[in-house]
């Protein structure tokens, strides 16, 4: 049976009002697109990443704090926004940068004031160069990485890296706030001119943190 005859099967009975009926899914489609070893599959998520336009940086644990303090830097940031279960050492050498708290009494015109923000991840995707937001405490609340015009997003590599879509619905709660995001905030108008921060951030920073080993600097 076809999608097609799926959906009109359903239309049917409930304009008829006969009790639904349960259906078999197919799911013998791809899990995921070829085989790639471990490192391959995150150099696609930077190369996605990096085509969608998003920055991309490389750390190891002994280099992220060095790493995000020049890219606040870099940015001139006098303010970050910390959701409440980041790792306080990300940020033990950014000086007297204030940082603000993830509030729910936050005003949408107290973050627009934030310079950038730093959160985790929940899951990020190489095929597609997508990182999953869940609202987990190093990602906090949905609007702060949506207001804030810098969003700087660390992905553990690779224990938070899937090569595709279905692998990472696998890891992820339905029942919580997802925020998927593809690149910076862009849309574009009918002469197909290219806005960025529209409706997030205009800058999105990714640093791929490596979990064991070295990893270089970029």
């Not at 070829?34 to 002994?62: K, P």
Request: aromatic share 2%.
């Amino acid at each position: 049976m076809s999608s097609r005859d799926v959906i009109l099967n359903r239309v049917r009975r409930a304009l008829s009002g006969t009790p639904a009926v349960e259906e078999s899914v197919d799911r013998t489609y791809l899990v995921e697109h070829g085989s790639r070893s471990t490192e391959e599959t995150v150099d696609l998520l930077a190369e996605n990443l990096a085509d969608y336009r998003a920055i991309v940086h490389r750390a190891d644990a002994d280099g992220l704090a060095q790493l995000l303090r020049r890219l606040l830097s870099e940015r001139g940031a006098r303010s970050v926004l910390v959701p409440p279960g980041l790792d306080a050492s990300w940020l033990e050498t950014a000086g007297d940068l204030a940082r603000v708290a993830d509030r729910a009494e936050l005003t949408p015109q107290e973050l627009d004031a934030v310079d950038s923000v730093v959160t985790g991840c929940a899951v990020a995707i190489a095929e597609t160069g997508t990182i999953v937001l869940d609202g987990s405490p190093d990602q906090g609340r949905r609007r702060i990485t949506l207001v804030p015009d810098h969003h700087i997003c660390v992905v553990r590599v690779p224990g938070q890296v899937v090569s595709s879509v279905p692998q990472a619905l696998r890891r992820l709660d339905p029942g919580r706030p997802l925020t998927w995001i593809s690149g910076p905030s862009a849309t574009s108008d009918i002469e197909l001119d290219r806005v960025e921060g529209v409706h997030g951030p205009r800058t999105l920073e990714v640093v791929l943190l490596s979990e064991g080993g070295s990893a270089r600097l970029a």
